[in-house]
């Protein structure tokens, strides 16, 4: 079986892993590779629903309170229908995924954030998504203040912009985003060959054209 190359994308809200991802994405293509780009959560149609139900703040005033283990499931019932339908199969064709957050965010967010444990999110990402891992992760850590900042700040204008409300995270305290900040510098510690940690404030062409040298010294060049 021909096997593409998995890459998932993984910071704090704010950390600017959207972009770096996408610009990431448009250098592959010009090099040649064929890229398939998602988010978790959301990409497929089932996904989106649960985007929608999970990141808006408005949800709990109909739906009232969702109980951690729920965010966890649903966070993991979204992972399993984009590996289906979307990661496995653009693998298998030989592709470079790129995924903006994958289960690194669920031992982060709900693992450490929620409290739930490491342990528990580790179990359900064996048994949901057969543990299937990334071949490489980019973990973009600029300071905590700074991801806070930025993370405040754009979800302040999407709302403004859009009318659409993804807030529901971004409410959390300042505890939560402590935790979630050590929870990925304890995976970064823990699976060092997987996961490449970027740490500074650098400006965002800097941040990519050491993204580009690390992505290509892993992947081979595409042949045509
Ligand atoms: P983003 O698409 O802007 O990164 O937002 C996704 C939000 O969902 C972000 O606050 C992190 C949160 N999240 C979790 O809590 N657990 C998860 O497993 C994933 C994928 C995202």
Same mark, same amino acid.
């Given at each position: 079986m021909q096997r593409g190359y998995f890459i998932t994308f993984e910071g +704090? #809200?704010?950390? /600017?892993k959207t972009t770096q991802l996408r610009r990431l994405a448009a250098w592959l293509e010009s090099e040649g590779h064929t890229v398939v780009t998602l988010r978790q959560p959301g990409g497929t149609t089932l996904g989106d629903r649960i985007r929608s139900i999970l990141l808006d703040s408005r949800s709990e005033a109909t739906l009232g309170p969702i109980a951690p283990l729920a965010e966890m499931a649903l966070m993991f019932a979204d992972r399993a229908q984009s590996i289906h339908e979307i990661i496995l199969p653009a693998l298998v064709a030989g592709h470079i995924v790129l995924c903006d957050r994958y289960t690194d965010s669920s031992e982060a967010y709900q693992g450490a954030g929620r409290q739930l444990g490491s342990e528990r999110i580790l179990a359900m990402h064996r048994a949901?998504?057969?543990? +299937?891992?990334? #071949?490489l992760t980019l973990l973009l850590l600029p300071s905590l203040d700074a991801s806070l900042h930025r993370a405040r700040r754009r979800n302040l204008r999407t709302t403004q912009q859009k /009318?659409?409300?993804? /807030?529901r995270f971004e409410r959390e305290d300042d505890g939560f985003y402590r935790r979630i900040y050590q929870a990925y510098e304890t995976i970064a510690a823990r699976e060092p060959q997987r996961v490449a940690a970027i740490r500074d404030d650098a400006g965002i062409e800097d941040i990519q054209a050491r993204i580009r040298q690390i992505v290509a010294a892993r992947i081979a060049a595409p042949v045509i």
């Open positions: +704090l #809200d704010g950390s /600017g949901v998504c057969n543990n +299937l891992q990334p #071949d /009318g659409t409300d993804e /807030g």
